[in-house]
Nanobody, 115 residues
Framework: QVQLVESGGGLVQAGGSLRLSCTAS??????LGWFRQAPGKEREFVAS????????YYADSVKDRFTISRDNAKNTMYLQMNSLKPEDTAVYYC??????????WGQGTQVTVSS
């Protein structure tokens, strides 16, 4: 069992940046990803990264604005979010990808982008 803890969210103006972190309770060799859920919407995929970091995948809506990375020595994954838009407002979660494990969902971290 792995516990994943997200952090780094906050309130930012449109065009601003935030860096999210996801720390695992132990090393995980899985591909990991970020997901988000906006009010009244389904949770959606944002980005994922393989264990080696060689391959990354992005949703079209965040491509060229967000960058995913991981530091396996720290059991931590990051999401650098630039040029934020109001439609990026959501609770952001991390989990295994592309198939999240239900028991791994954490509390998430709130990102709010004001216009």
């Amino acid at each position: 069992q792995v516990q994943l803890v997200e952090s780094g969210g906050g309130l930012v103006q449109a065009g601003g940046s935030l860096r999210l972190s996801c720390t695992a309770s132990r090393r995980t060799f899985n591909r990991l990803g970020w997901f988000r859920q906006a009010p009244g919407k389904e949770r959606e995929f944002v980005a994922s990264i393989t264990y080696s970091g060689t391959n990354t995948y992005y949703a079209d809506s965040v491509k060229d604005r967000f960058t995913i990375s991981r530091d396996n020595a720290k059991n931590t994954m990051y999401l650098q979010m630039n040029s934020l838009k109001p439609e990026d407002t959501a609770v952001y979660y991390c989990n295994t990808a592309p198939n999240p494990i239900t028991s791994y969902w954490g509390q998430g971290t709130q990102v709010t982008v004001s216009s």
